[in-house]
């Protein structure tokens, strides 16, 4: 899997970011110089790849319908 909306955002002025983000143990966040654009919590069984799958979907998401994931703050 190419992972190919992640790999815009970091190559134009974007951020990954993996790990902790408050009390939730693992996560992936994306943004942009703007906005963040997803924020998402690593599911029981879920490996690394897949969530990094999701957030590439929600990358696409927010930038082509602006849906915006946000499963921490919730």
């Given at each position: 899997?190419?992972?190919?909306?992640?790999?815009?955002?970091?190559?134009?002025?974007?951020?990954?970011?993996?790990?902790?983000?408050?009390?939730v143990?693992?996560?992936?966040?994306?943004?942009?110089?703007?906005?963040?654009?997803?924020?998402?919590?690593?599911?029981?069984?879920e490996?690394?790849?897949?969530?990094?799958?999701?957030?590439d979907?929600?990358?696409?998401?927010?930038?082509?319908?602006?849906?915006?994931?946000?499963?921490?703050?919730?």
């Amino acid at each position: 899997m190419k992972l190919e909306n992640i790999e815009f955002l970091i190559n134009g002025n974007g951020e990954v970011t993996l790990g902790r983000c408050g009390y939730v143990r693992c996560a992936a966040t994306a943004s942009d110089d703007d906005q963040g654009l997803a924020m998402l919590a690593r599911r029981p069984g879920e490996s690394l790849l897949e969530l990094l799958q999701r957030l590439d979907a929600a990358i696409e998401d927010a930038y082509e319908h602006n849906i915006f994931a946000d499963e921490i703050n919730t």
